[in-house]
């Protein structure tokens, strides 16, 4: 038995947990069972949007004759794009690795784990097979993996999740993408603009579901004039004929407790298929139960207001704990858990003006509720959209997208939604707004924007005219 002040399972942002531990003079254990830097870094937003902006330089070239410019792409190195990025993550990875092997205070198991008692754990795989590791705290930052749904015949192909798709050194001639969400957004725009023919098969009726209705509606529009884009529909069936994936569909009715519709079927062949069905979280992995810790029905890790536990002194933060699965909301629990361990001021953790961005083409972003909430609640409220193009910098970069903004009859920001170019930059000055202002209209409308610039599509937003709303009817005011 080998025993720690402190013990954190996962290499993501519990590390930034962890390294406060270690500052404070306690001695720190750090298991995880793959290249350092979380899902994150190694398989998910950094590597991603990296490879994400290379599709953009080259969407912006292919517009160029737009703006009345000949240009013509001689050559694009694919491979050496994807080489490049996961070479860089590789190479952060094992810096963090460094960094852990030369301290004092940490001791870095590069093992799985799992639980056998409440506050020890027993290391399985690796040099350190069969170790007892205990401590006094406990941090699980274990993340989630890609789900495999429940698809007939999917056990019998070779599919790709967005780990392999994103190290694919070359684009596949048709991508089927299974899965309506942020990841099959990205990856659809990433491949799509590097010349795979890409299907997109989603459940929901629009692509981007999470996103406010109005803006997953222009979403879905602008990739089905992108992309084939089957909506509404649920994989039933994969298999391999010759050579060729297959992939039929249903039309499906997602109100009615994920019962397929009986209707004819649409089947979609492609070379390479790509499962895009959400994640589920690594807690399965973990032997939870026999440390008291109890998860929800999805499989999260249950936790109070504090990100800790059912057990003392078991804390949990991240993918893992289901709240959002977004790598700044990770980082956000652990500047809260920071506070709640090492401090004797412990506050609830505040997922308030919670942001998302989808690095698509367009890209989406949103904080705050969606309309269709408002008017489930029958809330009043009243919302204003202004254009992109009717801004002089939105007009010149002709540019396609709105912002759309919610707010409550005193003037409070409720919500905003952005569709268009920089919408995950765009965002912020809401962000802030919401959370270190006054969360009124007022904060950004009486900042000063900088003129011609593209800012000013949110300041025109929050200075329009507004429709009320309470759910039955809208007016103007």
């Given amino acids: 038995m080998e025993e720690f002040d402190f013990l954190v399972i996962g290499s993501g942002s519990g590390l930034d947990v962890a390294n406060v531990a270690a500052n404070q003079g306690q001695s720190v254990a750090v298991v995880e069972k793959g290249p350092l830097g979380g899902t994150c870094l190694n398989r998910g937003c950094i590597p991603s949007k990296m490879l994400l902006y290379h599709a953009d330089v080259l969407e912006m070239i292919e517009r160029a004759s737009e703006f009345h410019i000949d240009v013509e792409v001689n050559d694009v190195a694919f491979s050496e794009i994807v080489r490049e990025v996961n070479e860089e993550v590789a190479a952060d990875a094992a810096s963090i690795r460094r960094g852990l092997c ?29 170790t007892h590791l ?20 999917l056990g019998t192909v070779d599919y790709l999740t967005s780990t392999e798709a994103l190290e694919l050194e070359a684009p596949p001639d048709r991508l089927v993408i299974v899965g309506g969400g942020y990841i099959a957004a990205e990856l659809g725009h ?17 692509l981007l579901p999470a996103a406010d209705r109005e803006v997953a509606a222009a979403f879905t529009d602008r990739y089905a004039d992108r992309f084939t884009v089957h909506t509404g529909h649920a994989v039933t069936a994969i298999s391999t004929v010759d050579e060729t994936v297959a992939v039929e569909a249903r039309p499906y009715d997602y109100r009615d407790d994920g019962h397929v519709v009986d209707s004819d079927s649409v089947t979609v062949t492609g070379d390479e298929v790509l499962i895009a069905a959400g994640r589920v979280p690594n807690a399965d ?20 207001a504090y990100l800790q536990t ?41 997922y308030s003006a919670m ?29 204003n959209t202004y254009r992109y193009e009717d801004t002089a910098r939105g007009d010149a970069m002709k540019a396609d997208g709105f912002v759309k903004v919610l707010i409550d009859l005193d003037g409070s920001i409720l919500g905003c939604h952005i569709i268009g170019p920089a919408a995950s930059t765009l965002i912020q000055e809401v962000v802030v707004a919401m959370k270190a202002g006054s969360g009124t209209v007022e904060d950004i409308q009486s900042a000063v924007h900088v003129h011609p610039a593209l800012p000013e599509v949110i300041q025109r937003a929050f200075s329009g005219q507004f429709v009320l709303g309470d759910g039955d009817h809208q007016h103007r005011h």
């Fill in 285 to 304: 992995t973990l032997a939870l139960d026999t440390a008291g810790i109890e998860t929800d029905d999805r499989g999260f890790i249950e936790t109070d």
């Fill in 355 to 383: 942001p998302f961005a989808v690095f698509a083409s367009p890209e989406v972003a949103g904080v705050g509720v969606r309309e269709e909430e408002l008017r489930a609640a029958n809330r009043e409220y009243a919302a």
């Fill in 134 to 153: 205990q401590a006094e705290t406990v941090l699980i930052a274990a993340g989630t993996r890609p789900a495999s749904p429940d698809i007939d015949g």
């Fill in 190 to 206: 990433f491949f799509g603009t590097f010349g795979s023919d890409v299907t997109i098969i989603g459940r929901r009726p629009t």
């Fill in 102 to 130: 030369s301290s004092s205070q940490h001791e870095l198991f590069e093992s799985e784990c799992r639980f056998v008692d409440e506050k020890t754990v027993v290391l399985s795989g690796g040099e350190n097979e069969g």
């Fill in 310 to 350: 059912t057990a003392d002194d078991v804390w949990a933060l991240g993918d893992i704990v289901g709240e959002y699965l977004l790598k700044h909301n990770a980082n956000h629990e652990a500047r809260a858990i920071v506070q709640n361990i090492f401090s004797t001021e412990p506050q609830p953790v505040d």
